[in-house]
């Protein structure tokens, strides 16, 4: 009982002590600044804006992070640039005490320019609402970014209210989805995210891979990560990495339209990206808990760019190996793109697909050699994604992208195709899809062919010959089913154009020239599961870079 009596002494003391150094501290003529007066504010979250005044009032967005103690953290302010040059970027660290708010050593990046000034300073107040007391309003000053286009000479004043977009927590089935978007330093940029968080498209002339997933459980901003790879003549920021922060927008469904990104380097060039964008509409998706083949033959429509005008359509085959070949069906040639898709990272359990680095687009309105349109461009990114809702878990969906840094519009362009009907194997001949089901005579009109009209035979063996209009003889070996009967999908091999022996004022084959060809065969049927067509698809690539491919679509022709 005595320990509580003896401690009772020298806690007296020591308040006296204390309150003896305070009254000294008092005597000093009272120059000092006492604490912040007010509730101490919690900066974090989204937040959006003016910045300037009068007619140089611009927007400002940006995000704020709260650092371990809540009181701030790092932090990224976009602000519109003069004109329609993009946005300017401001960040740093930044923190609250009580309701002040200071960061010193900012950094300025002006989009007009490309320059960046270091040092900037940035002061301001938080304030809360009345009711709540939650911070809701940010407003004070920068000073100048001198050396860059964006100097004033003068701090600039801006005013930051918290935004209602804090009110959608981030979730990673509301980021999937393809966003894009135009202004980016003069260039335009699409990306697809996955619900696994996976980022892929292309900014400006730069293709991107990278991660969007979400930050915390309870904010509205999601992770994001961009890796940009590209040649040293098209992507200006090859080899960059960043790292930063979106945003998603929602329409009044609370439905994803929009989407705010905010990055800058975590290795390379300095640089930084602010990324505006508009969300592609949403479609209903049928995701299957199990892995799908894309195998098969498809059809359906494409969705151009902004102002470009062109095929609509889209027809083609996958292989069971990925080896895929889609064309469009124009009056009198067609666009043609082939390659093999892989799944994403390897990566056996997903139903993503994407092309091995070896995508190939044939244009068929583009310059081409010896006179002839049309030309080819390789490196072309295919990113598709394929879905199920029928009982008996077939794909019956594929949708996706294809994109290269010289497409028409700047953007990716944009598919959806389901099985196509008249390729659909009939019941009745299910297990029995064979060479001998195909066996016969096939003609295609000229006006599909360049202009040459092209016949073809199939033998029992499997061997294919023929003859085209322009004194072209046609072989090539069809290898049987590819999937035990159960599929209407065909290897062909060894597919050339030889050249006649023709009169001495013939043109003759100008296709001789051209590489073998392999590719896909597929039978067309009618309403009663009669072969009616023959599809024929190939292309070749010589080791000299040159390259062929065919289309061919002909209707049986009458036994002799």
């Known amino acids: 009982m005595r320990f509580p009596s003896l401690a009772r002494p020298r806690s007296l003391l020591s308040l006296c002590l204390a309150a003896l150094v305070a009254g000294c501290g008092g005597g000093s003529g009272g120059d000092d600044v006492g604490p912040p007066v007010g509730t101490q504010q919690y900066p974090a979250g989204f937040w959006e804006g003016t910045v300037g005044t009068g007619v140089s009032q611009r927007t400002m967005v940006g995000f704020i992070d709260g650092g371990e103690d809540g009181k701030g953290g790092e932090f990224y302010l976009a602000r519109g640039a003069a004109g329609a040059a993009g946005y300017d970027g401001l960040y740093g660290l930044l923190r609250t005490n009580v309701t002040a708010v200071q960061a010193t050593g900012v950094t300025y990046f002006s989009v007009q320019d490309g320059k960046f000034a270091p040092g900037i300073t940035l002061r301001g107040t938080a304030s809360p609402n009345a009711a709540t007391g939650k911070t809701v309003l940010i407003s004070g000053n920068y000073t100048s970014p001198a050396g860059t286009a964006a100097a004033t000479g003068t701090p600039t004043s801006f005013k930051l209210n918290y935004s209602k977009l804090n009110d959608y927590p981030a979730r990673a089935n509301l980021i999937a989805g393809t966003y894009r978007g135009s202004g980016l330093f003069g260039g335009q940029w699409v990306f697809t995210v996955t619900e696994r968080g996976v980022l892929s498209g292309r900014v400006g002339g730069c293709n991107v891979q990278g991660t969007a997933t979400p930050r ?104 069971p190996d990925g080896g895929m070949f889609f064309y469009t069906n124009s009056s009198f040639n067609h666009n043609v793109l082939y390659g093999r898709l892989i799944r994403y990272n390897n990566d056996q359990t997903t139903n993503r697909f994407v092309t091995a680095n070896d995508g190939v687009f044939f244009d068929r309105l583009l310059d081409g050699t010896g006179g002839y349109l049309g030309g080819y461009v390789s490196g072309v990114l295919v990113d598709a994604t394929v879905e199920s809702a029928a009982a008996n878990g077939i794909a019956n969906r594929l949708t996706g992208t294809y ?47 360049g202009g040459h009209q092209v016949d073809i035979d199939i033998a029992v063996d499997g061997s294919i010959t023929g003859v085209t209009s322009n004194e072209c003889q046609i072989v090539g070996k069809l290898l049987g089913n590819l999937d035990g009967g159960k599929q209407n999908l065909y290897r062909v091999e060894a597919l050339g154009f030889l050249d006649d022996a023709k009169p001495a004022n013939s043109i003759g084959c100008e296709l001789s020239t051209g590489p073998s060809q392999s590719g896909s065969a597929a039978a067309i049927f009618d309403a009663n599961g009669e072969v009616v067509g023959l599809r024929i698809l190939t292309a070749g690539l010589f080791q000299s870079g040159q390259r062929a491919h065919t289309v061919f679509v002909g209707t049986k022709l009458p036994a002799p």
């Open 403 to 449: 994109s290269y840094p010289t497409q028409p519009g700047g953007y990716p362009t944009r598919f959806t195709m389901q099985p196509d009907s008249i390729y659909t194997l009939p019941t009745r001949r299910a297990g029995q899809a064979d060479i001998n089901m195909i066996v016969g005579s096939y003609r295609m009109a000229g006006s599909s062919f």
């Open 216 to 319: 915390s459980q309870d904010s509205a901003l999601y992770s994001v990560t961009m890796n940009l790879t590209g040649d040293e003549t098209s992507c200006g920021y090859r080899s960059s990495q960043q790292s930063g922060v979106a945003v998603l927008r929602f329409d009044a469904n609370n439905v994803p339209n929009g989407i705010w990104v905010f990055t800058r380097n975590s290795i390379g060039t300095d640089n930084t990206f602010v990324l505006n964008g508009l969300a592609d509409p949403r479609q209903p998706t049928t995701p299957s808990p199990t892995p799908l083949s894309a195998a098969g033959n498809w059809a359906g429509t494409l969705t151009l760019p902004a102002g470009v005008t062109g095929d609509l359509d889209i027809h083609g085959t996958v292989l």
